[in-house]
């Protein structure tokens, strides 16, 4: 009889270690605006280790909506993630992103794998992006971390709607922002100190800052450490008879024609912020008290400002031998 038991318990305890594990799994929510490293940084968070993806939202940013929903629900299904709801944004731009970087995705939707994936339309939640969090915060159970690749607007519309809601959230992600460096956003009436996800929207920016939640900030100051280069391709590439390894490698190579005039290079923006929530120990931040600029010429300025008491944690420095080989291991597993 105990032989039997210890038998059992020996047969039991791996199951339940997973079963433990799957409680302690990260919760996550992620709004992203359909670029091309935003949908990179959906199939790459789909395979990090412990992470429940629990809603997806697309902003209507960097993309044009029926082409990103399209990615999206084509990549959660590659990827087995068919029960996971996605919601489609509606919050304007104060500041759109030029047309032709909106276009990007639509490239993506054509590669065979993608026009031979199905999607499932009865993914989309009714709800419009900025409800559809508000609703999912308030069904949370355990802390929700929220992960945004594109501009703020729908969780700063969500908690301004139901501002006790920030009591849910763990952490917010965000790639936005540019601190000690320059910006991204070179176009009429802009001085160039903003990032673009910071001006596509500038007073939900600095809504976003007021409500003192805990926010962990992917900003230009670190992404512009990662750039994708044809030595990361190349490696990816090694490890193309993986079906996931292949597909990203054809993503990022869309990349390599960035619209000079803006910047020549295509950063791993997203995929940066994305890979801190298995990697955060890859990065070093700094406590830095924020303010937004709202008005021209420095509209979604996120500058220092001692005294606001906005505390942001912002990412300074990131070990980028051990980001590259993580998104490779990632994809090539
Ligand atoms: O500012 C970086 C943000 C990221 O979320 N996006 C791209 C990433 O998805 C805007 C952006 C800046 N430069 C770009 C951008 C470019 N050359 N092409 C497309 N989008
Ligand atoms: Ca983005």
Not at 21 to 36: A, C, E, Y
Not at 166 to 180: C, S, Y
Not at 208 to 214: A, C, I, M
């Amino acid at each position: 009889m105990n032989r039997i038991k210890s038998h059992l318990l020996l047969y039991l305890l791996p199951l339940m270690s997973i079963g433990s594990l799957s409680s302690q799994s990260q919760k996550v929510l992620f709004d992203h605006d359909g670029g091309i490293d935003d949908l990179l940084s959906l199939l790459i968070l789909t395979q990090i280790p412990d992470v429940e993806i629990v809603g997806v939202c697309v902003t209507p940013a960097d993309c044009f909506i029926e082409d990103a929903t399209e990615s999206t629900l084509k990549i959660l299904n590659l990827t087995g993630n068919e029960s996971v709801p996605v919601a489609k944004g509606i919050v304007r731009p104060v500041n759109p992103f030029p047309k032709e970087w909106r276009a990007q995705p639509m490239v993506v939707n054509a590669f065979p794998r993608m026009l031979l994936t199905q999607e499932n339309d009865q993914q989309i939640s009714n709800l419009p992006a900025h409800a559809f969090i508000e609703q999912q915060l308030d069904a949370a159970t355990d802390p929700v971390t929220v992960l945004i690749t594109g501009p703020c607007s729908n969780l700063t519309g969500a908690l301004e709607s139901n501002p006790a809601l920030k009591t849910k959230i763990k952490e917010v992600v965000w790639m936005g922002g540019a601190v000690d460096v320059g910006g991204n956003v070179a176009t009429y009436h802009h001085n160039t100190s903003a990032e673009w996800n910071a001006y596509w929207d500038p007073a939900a920016t600095k809504t976003l800052f007021s409500f003192g939640l805990d926010i962990q900030l992917i900003p230009l100051d670190v992404t512009n450490q990662v750039p994708v280069n044809k030595p990361f391709l190349q490696r990816l590439a090694q490890h193309f008879d993986n079906p996931l390894a292949d597909l990203a490698s054809q993503f990022w190579a869309t990349t390599l024609n960035t619209i000079p005039g803006y910047e020549y290079t295509y950063f791993m923006w997203d995929v940066l912020a994305t890979s801190y929530l298995g990697i955060p120990q890859a990065f070093t931040s700094e406590s830095i008290e924020l303010a937004v600029k709202t008005d021209t010429p420095e509209a979604g300025r996120t500058v220092r400002s001692p005294g606001s008491q906005q505390w942001i944690k912002v990412a300074k420095q990131v070990d980028v031998d051990q980001f590259y080989d993580y998104i490779i291991g990632l994809l090539a597993k």
